[in-house]
């Protein structure tokens, strides 16, 4: 049982790093496959036409990598990061 409430932090922080990753493991394979499943179509019907499924390869895939950069490289806000918003929005007033 956590019974620090620095511990239950550490806890909920990863657990919730633990779901965005699974739910960026399930976007990625969905990607995959639908996008496949894409190419696959434009190979049957029109193999030597242009290639259109670039236009959802390429538009999709940037939101696969903004969802990637969130799960793995966006840095978590500090305790200084919210004293510095805390300040900024104490001089607006």
């Given at each position: 049982m956590v019974t620090d409430t620095r511990d239950q932090a550490a806890r909920d922080?990863?657990?919730?790093?633990?779901k965005k990753r699974r739910d960026f493991y399930g976007h990625l394979?969905?990607?995959?496959?639908?996008?496949?499943?894409?190419?696959?179509?434009?190979a049957v019907v029109d193999a030597h036409g242009f290639f259109w499924p670039v236009f959802p390869i390429v538009g999709w895939g940037i939101g696969v990598v903004m969802n990637a950069?969130?799960?793995?490289?966006?840095?978590p806000i500090t305790e200084d990061d919210v004293?510095?918003?805390i300040e900024r929005e104490d001089k607006q007033v």
């Open positions: 922080r990863a657990v919730t790093q633990l394979l969905v990607y995959v496959l639908v996008n496949t499943f894409l190419v696959v179509i434009w950069w969130d799960v793995y490289w966006r840095p004293q510095r918003e």
